[in-house]
């Protein structure tokens, strides 16, 4: 086994004495307050063993990591049905772009830019009993773990500015794509997006796409198809219009947040989870993209 400890350590080492370029996301105000020199790295290898360095073990909010959290519960609620409402092509463009969804009558792109998982939001609003709970014992369960939260000051933060999001659900809406009232699917996105969670915690929920759609306590949640599926659209859109780029630089299907996550994996052999909350120009943390790129590198796996 290669000694990925050190690996971890050569990497945060090497960025810690970079200089850090990147902006911390201010359209959110919550998340103005993080500290641009945060830097945690944590890898979970499918046969159990953990390995992390730096801010690994500290909270943030997972913003758009969530997307795929809310994709998997759809596809588990109404299987390729969602495929009828939303898109599975990558959009070349940034997260939250609108001309785009005109263009196309309201079809989203996918479902990891913003109007594609308001999409996927108002599928859950329809289909769970008490749909923000759900959402969260759903993350819960895949990641073993009742002490993750929804960031109440987050959400509220973002309802408050989230403009560009009410935009994109009344055009859902004024092209009939989304069934229920635009606050209250946009209530439950801006609370899935809040939701708090460390590197660890990531890497543990995200364990279900790198096994098959099996968590860690083998309870099997996904079929074989759906993974793939989620693992294919996390590999060509879970980087906006960085997703080329991300696939080109380290290899691995992955998803990113504005709160400066980044979580990717190696179906059948890991994940790797990294915040560092300063964000490049399109939206992905500066320092998480080049963690990615020097592991994948030094360790020689990526599925390519
Ligand atoms: N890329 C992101 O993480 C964006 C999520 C954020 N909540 C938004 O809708 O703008």
């Given at each position: ?21 990147g ?22 290898l499918?046969?159990?063993e ?15 990591i ?12 109404i299987?390729?049905d ?16 609108l ?77 009939g ?33 790198a096994n ?11 079929t ?13 859109c ?5 997703a ?11 998803k ?36 990615l ?12």
């Amino acid at each position: 086994m290669q000694d990925y400890q050190t690996i971890l350590e050569e990497i945060y080492q090497s960025l810690k004495n970079c200089e850090n370029t990147g902006q911390v996301a201010s359209y959110i105000p919550e998340l103005a307050n993080a500290d641009k020199n945060k830097l945690g790295l944590h890898l979970q290898l499918i046969t159990g063993e953990n390995f992390g360095v730096g801010n690994s073990s500290e909270k943030f909010s997972i913003q758009s990591i969530s997307k795929v959290f809310s994709l998997a519960l759809a596809f588990q609620h109404i299987g390729n049905d969602l495929l009828e409402r939303v898109d599975v092509e990558p959009s070349g463009n940034p997260f939250n772009h609108l001309s785009l969804l005109e263009q196309e009558d309201g079809i989203p792109r996918n479902p990891l830019i913003n109007s594609g998982a308001i999409v996927v939001a108002d599928v859950l609003l329809s289909n769970l009993q008490n749909p923000k709970q759900d959402f969260l014992e759903f993350v819960r369960e895949l990641a073993h773990d009742d002490t993750i939260e929804f960031n109440e000051k987050i959400a509220e933060s973002e309802r408050k500015t989230g403009f560009n999001n009410y935009a994109a659900a009344n055009l859902l809406k004024a092209y009939g794509n989304l069934n229920n009232k635009v606050e209250d699917v946009l209530d439950f996105y801006f609370h899935q997006c809040s939701i708090m969670m460390d590197c660890k915690q990531l890497t543990d929920a995200f364990f279900v796409f790198a096994n098959k759609g099996c968590c860690r306590k083998n309870k099997q949640h996904l079929t074989d198809s759906q993974v793939k599926r989620v693992n294919a659209i996390m590999l060509t859109c879970g980087f906006y219009d960085e997703a080329g780029e991300f696939a080109f630089e380290v290899g691995l299907p992955g998803k990113s947040g504005v709160g400066g996550g980044i979580v990717a994996l190696l179906p059948n052999e890991f994940i790797i989870a990294t915040w560092a909350p300063a964000l490049n120009p399109k939206g992905n943390s500066y320092l998480g993209m080049q963690a990615l790129e020097q592991f994948t590198t030094k360790t020689k796996l990526s599925i390519f």
